[in-house]
């Protein structure tokens, strides 16, 4: 039962998500009534809030990278550490996770960046206030509809982000993907790609974008720091 709830955003719509966690945690939630009554936590359209809807919507995929590995672990290993008088937690702590590491690794590679593009859990159950809970996809939503530079600069950040979280840990993946997590603790960490996909598409938005600021720049300094020149300015300072 717990593996299917853990499991359940991977079929959800983020909406849906963001849904059952207002209504399981909510202020009249069957939790979140307990939580507000008892201790005066309220976790609807909070910071709190948006941490747990990203949370909720990554942990599936943080969970199946370490099943997958787990499974496949050599139980050899762990009864020769218990047989040598090892206790079970010292086992655990010296030889399971010492195996795993690659898969955990892979793990908060992969819920990181779902967690990043987050975007209907958060806004149904944590709002959009821009003091507490605007995200950088809804972020990204708003600067669409007011100031579609800005929106670029903002879709440009998230790939720079995405791009070096992969090169971070895109090896460690590949790791575990491999099935290497009996070797995982002395393996040898190969150098990240040197021009991926993303880092392409990060060149070409620069290419096409760093002129239209310039320009931009270019005609604030003309008209004496009007409208255009303060817009501008706020895209390089983002």
């Not at 955003?9 to 939580?35: C, Q, S, Y």
């Not at 909070?46 to 050599?74: H, K, N, R």
């Not at 040598?84 to 937690?89: D, E, K, R």
């Not at 392409?200 to 003309?222: I, Q």
């Amino acid at each position: 039962i717990v593996r299917a709830v853990v499991l359940l955003p991977m079929v959800l719509p983020p909406v849906a998500g963001g849904t059952a966690l207002l209504f399981a945690l909510g202020r009249k939630g069957f939790i979140g009534e307990k939580l507000n009554s008892w201790f005066g936590i309220t976790l609807p359209f909070t910071t709190a809030g948006a941490i747990i809807a990203a949370t909720f919507v990554a942990l599936p995929f943080f969970v199946l990278s370490i099943e997958s590995s787990a499974t496949e672990l050599d139980s050899k290993l762990e009864e020769a550490s218990l047989n040598l008088g090892a206790s079970p937690i010292r086992t655990f702590f010296t030889v399971t996770l010492p195996m795993l590491r690659s898969s955990i690794l892979a793990g908060i590679a992969l819920s990181w960046a779902r967690a990043l593009g987050e975007f209907g859990a958060t806004i149904t159950f944590a709002g959009d206030n821009p003091e507490q809970t605007r995200t950088l996809p809804l972020q990204l939503f708003v600067a669409l509809e007011t100031n579609p530079e800005r929106a670029m600069v903002i879709g440009m950040l998230m790939v720079v982000i995405s791009e070096v979280s992969h090169d971070a840990m895109g090896p460690y993946c590949a790791f575990a993907a491999a099935g290497s997590v009996h070797h995982s603790s002395t393996a040898v960490r190969m150098p990240p790609s040197t021009c991926s996909p993303s880092c392409l598409a990060v060149l070409v938005l620069l290419v096409v974008a760093l002129p239209s600021v310039g320009a931009r720049v270019a005609a604030g300094a003309n008209d004496g720091g009007g409208e255009s020149g303060r817009r501008a300015l706020s895209l390089i300072h983002i």
